[in-house]
């Protein structure tokens, strides 16, 4: 009694961990009498009940079958990719969490010159976690924003280059646009 209980225990579990496994045999095994059925029969008229009752059947579970145990790896990996991801979010909010004075959002602007990654689409402080430890960093001003489109970093939120220069420095080349003098 006990051994068939382990059994069945065994079974059970085989059948919650490996559903696309048997689904993707058995449906093997139903092409597989299809196939013979309809090897026998000479005539198609005698052949359509073989392909319709198995090799058709067989076929849509071998389909079955594989996409769920394509789901099934997925669903692994999409689970340790958004562990990864939330890893990834607690470490940038932490990091942009601790450069701030009041424990809020990260003060803009207090870290110097803006910087770039020289294939970057983005401008970062250059406290930003984005781009720290990264030796390729380089400072980028206005010109180099301008040239290379760059956007601003939505972790860091730096002040645009030359923002504040403009006003301290009584302007130069470059430092206003088309209606800048507003």
Known sequence: MRRADDLLRRAGRALREWPGWFILAA??????????????ETVAARQLPYLASA????????VAGAVLI?????GRAGES??????????????????????????AAGVVGPVVALPDGTLYHRGDCPLVAGKANARTAD??????????????????????GDAADQGGGPGAGGPGAGG
Do not use: I, K
Not at 27 to 40: D, H, T
Not at 55 to 62: E, I, K, N, R, Y
Not at 145 to 155: F, H, K
């Open 27 to 40: 449906g093997a095994v139903l092409c597989v009498l299809g196939w013979y059925g309809v090897s026998g």
């Open 55 to 62: 090799t058709v059947p067989g076929a849509a579970l071998v």
């Open 70 to 74: 394509a789901a099934r790896h997925a």
């Open 81 to 106: 990719a958004d562990r990864r991801t939330d890893q990834l979010l607690a470490l940038l909010v932490a990091e942009a969490g601790s450069g701030s004075g009041d424990g809020g959002e990260p």
């Open 142 to 163: 206005a010109a180099t924003v301008r040239e290379r489109a760059l956007t601003a970093c939505p972790v860091c939120d730096p002040e645009p280059p030359g923002a």
